[in-house]
């Protein structure tokens, strides 16, 4: 098994940055790729950011050019960038990862990102 633990949420003006961490533990070695999704009040959840392979990055279009998605592989971590924060980025941010060892994905709790207009 995989956990994820989520950090770096938290309230922010419109137009602020935040940086989301996202550290794994456990079976890490089976990782294929990395992932933010999110979901706000009322919403589905949906994708946001994913990272892969030689660090191929996809981005949902509502963040791309704001948002930036890396990772760490020494510290089992990926991290999100987050630029231009709108408040319809307001969400509960999940980290996600994708093991081939055990054909599944892993997902962590959720933080919460607020931002005011």
């Known amino acids: 098994q995989v956990q994820l633990a989520e950090s770096g949420g938290g309230l922010v003006q419109a137009g602020g940055s935040l940086t989301l961490s996202c550290a794994a533990s456990?079976?890490?070695?089976?990782?294929h790729s990395w992932g933010w999704e999110r979901q706000a009040p009322g919403d589905d959840r949906d994708f946001v950011?994913?990272?892969?392979?030689?660090?191929?990055?996809d981005y949902a279009d509502a963040v791309k050019g704001r948002f930036t998605i890396s990772r760490d592989i020494a510290k089992n971590t990926v991290y999100l960038q987050m630029n231009s924060l709108r408040p319809e980025d307001s969400a509960v941010y999940y980290c996600?990862?994708?093991?081939?060892?055990?054909?599944?994905?892993?997902w962590g709790d959720g933080i919460l990102v607020t931002v005011s207009s």
């Open positions: 996600n990862v994708y093991s081939y060892a055990d054909g599944r994905y892993y």
């Open positions: 950011a994913r990272i892969q392979g030689s660090d191929s990055t």
């Open positions: 456990g079976r890490i070695f089976g990782i």
